[in-house]
């Protein structure tokens, strides 16, 4: 007998957007179920880590532009 994979679609498309402008939403898939795309196992885990890495990117990106680009921005953690 084969191993059958099945792939699910938890989030529909049109949830899972943003809907930003240009290439600033960049949009990705999870191999995770429902309750793990809810709740990242911890701050460790490989989704949680490209999900956050993502909004830091957005987050940095809209802090230049309101800003103007003049004022270096502080790290923070997670």
Do not use: W
């Not at 084969?2 to 938890?10: E, N």
């Not at 793990?36 to 987050?59: E, M, P, R, T």
Request: net charge positive.
């Amino acid at each position: 007998m084969g191993l059958m994979l099945f792939l699910l679609q938890v989030v529909k498309a049109q949830s899972a957007v943003l809907g930003l402008p240009g290439p600033n939403e960049i949009r990705v898939g999870l191999d995770v179920n429902h309750s793990d795309l809810c709740k990242f196992s911890s701050n460790k885990d490989d989704a949680y880590l490209h999900v956050s890495k993502n909004i830091v990117k957005l987050a940095k990106q809209d802090m230049k532009r309101s800003l103007g680009g003049t004022k270096k921005l502080k790290p923070f953690s997670t």
